[in-house]
């Protein structure tokens, strides 16, 4: 925490800064730019496919207890 108080990424309660809040939406469009290729490759079919499938394997785990309350809340 310090590391990054020193950096002025947070403040002294631990909120982002400013600079804090750019470089987090600078590593978000990054990374959705790295990870765009995969689903471009399903094609739209395929993208909704997937998240089907995926929807599928978060409530069986979820199902199953697999998630912490404290982790997820309560809904």
Do not use: N
């Not at 470089?23 to 496919?49: M, Q």
């Not at 394997?57 to 207890?65: D, E, R, S, V």
């Amino acid at each position: 925490m310090q590391r990054l108080r020193d950096r002025g990424l947070i403040d002294a309660e631990g909120e982002l800064t400013e600079a804090g809040t750019a470089l987090r939406a600078e590593l978000e469009e990054h990374t959705d730019r790295l990870d765009s290729a995969p689903y471009e490759h399903l094609g739209a079919p395929g993208v909704e496919r997937l998240t089907e499938l995926g929807r599928g394997f978060l409530f069986a785990a979820a199902a199953a207890g697999a998630f912490p309350e404290d982790l997820v809340g309560k809904g």
